[in-house]
């Protein structure tokens, strides 16, 4: 698949989200939303109403990443919502089968998301249930951390189960992801890019945007 960039309002202004995720709509193929509710992860962003209120403004789909304590509680209520995409962290999720499963249900595509040091080889008999694979290249709950370089083999792991399985489940990388990582990860086998500050800390986010693609493809 030809790689997709997933910019991440977790670096935008909050108090501007309509206006920032308009900056990247003719660039960008996604727009990443990273929910966090300080159990999970310490640290608190935004939940359903912000994203409701972003679903009626965005041009582009929601990439809606739950890093919250309950996600077979909430992300069903992401999908019905309108999200074109809900990741729920193997970590947290305690039916994650259903949990997916309600998340395609609802016509949204069904995203699983892997920590650092978890294991991909473990959730291998799930592949059929998912759209997506996340694969954190940083611990969650932050933006502007520095790429962990020991997920790469992971990714190549990752990428060998999806092939081996045969099915049609996307590749992708958050945390960390710029000019100076996104080819490494692209030649280990992610098809999918979500970068926060590497976009939204340049003067042009969209341009920023573009060069990544053109890396992720080279
Ligand atoms: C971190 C979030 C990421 C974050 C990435 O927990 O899941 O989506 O916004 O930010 P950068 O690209 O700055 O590492
Ligand atoms: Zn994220």
């Known amino acids: 698949?030809?790689?997709?960039?997933?910019?991440?309002?977790?670096?935008?202004?909050?108090?501007?989200?309509?206006?920032?995720?308009?900056r990247i709509a003719d660039a960008a193929d996604w727009v990443h939303v990273d929910v966090m509710d300080n159990h999970f992860v310490p640290n608190l962003t935004l939940g359903l109403p912000v994203v409701e209120a972003l679903l009626k403004?965005?041009?582009?789909p929601l990439d809606c990443h739950l890093?919250?304590?309950d996600p077979d509680r909430w992300a069903p209520a992401y999908a019905e919502a309108g999200a074109g995409s809900v990741?729920?962290?193997?970590?947290?999720?305690?039916?994650?089968?259903?949990?997916?499963?309600?998340?395609r249900a609802a016509g949204a595509r069904a995203s699983l998301?892997?920590?650092?040091g978890t294991a991909v080889e473990t959730y291998a008999d799930l592949l059929g249930e998912v759209d997506m694979l996340l694969l954190m290249t940083v611990e969650p709950g932050f933006g502007g951390q520095s790429f962990l370089d020991m997920v790469l083999p992971k990714v190549r792991r990752a990428r060998k189960l999806i092939r081996d399985a045969d099915k049609p489940v996307w590749l992708q990388v958050d945390g960390g992801v710029s000019a100076e990582t996104i080819e490494r990860c692209a030649e280990a086998g992610a098809d999918v890019?979500?970068?926060?500050?590497a976009v939204y800390g340049a003067d042009d986010p969209a341009e920023a945007v573009r060069?990544?693609?053109a890396q992720a493809e080279a």
């Open 113 to 116: 998301g892997i920590n650092p």
């Open 193 to 197: 890019f979500v970068a926060g500050s």
């Open 87 to 103: 990741t729920i962290h193997a970590e947290a999720a305690r039916a994650p089968v259903r949990t997916l499963r309600a998340i």
């Open 1 to 22: 698949m030809a790689p997709q960039i997933s910019p991440s309002i977790l670096s935008a202004d909050f108090a501007n989200l309509g206006a920032d995720v308009e």
């Open 211 to 213: 060069k990544l693609r």
């Open 67 to 69: 890093m919250i304590e």
């Open 57 to 60: 403004s965005s041009r582009l």
